[in-house]
């Protein structure tokens, strides 16, 4: 049995030191140590920890943080471990896998992790579906009903003016110019063959 420990040190612990330090202490005989300035950084330095963990291996942090920046993340940090064989040690939480409190403590985080997935998951989709229905209700009705164009229609041909037809169906008459236009143009289209 192998006791590998992993540090990430961040902005906010510039020394690797006292991280190693206490790795060292916790009973570890390899470090790996990787220094990140963002969340958004590689970690080499862990890929080599887990690619050097057997069956039977313990893997150690100092906290739980070093290893997840996400409950969804440690779980699957948590998954590939217990695929390898091999049990995990957090110093700070005192969280152990070898005994039943830290099982225990791991069970419960993958749950929660799954729930998190489920619960994200319900609400992404209620969320989309309440956009999709503010977007129907936004759905803009014509300006100016069916009825309305065929009356300023007939007015047309019987000679009125543009304005005075806009008056008697009480619509703007650029409003009533426009939805004519759309309507002759929609007309002409479906009357041609395809």
Known sequence: ??????????RDDPS????????RVGGCEQVFVDHSTGTRQSRPEF????????????????????????VAELVGVMATLDA???????????????NAYGRFFFRVTAALARF?????GELHRAETRKRQ???????????????????????RAEGASMRQAAEH??????????????????????????
Do not use: C, H
């Open 133 to 155: 229905e503010a977007r129907v209700a936004q759905t803009p009705k014509p300006p100016v009903s069916r009825r309305r164009l065929d009356a300023a229609r007939q007015l």
């Open 47 to 70: 890929a080599k920890a887990i690619g050097s963990l057997r069956e039977g291996d313990v893997f150690v942090v100092t906290n739980v943080d070093r290893i997840g920046r996400s």
């Open 16 to 23: 690797s030191d006292r991280q190693t330090e206490r790795l």
């Open 169 to 194: 169906v009480a619509v703007p008459e650029r409003v009533l110019r426009r939805e004519l236009e759309r309507d002759d143009a929609d007309r002409a289209r479906r009357q041609q063959p395809d």
């Open 84 to 98: 390898l064989g091999v049990a995990f040690r957090s110093i700070d939480e005192q969280i152990d896998e070898l």
């Open 1 to 10: 049995m192998t006791v590998v420990g992993y540090a990430r040190i961040s």
């Open 116 to 120: 998190d997935e489920q619960v994200g």
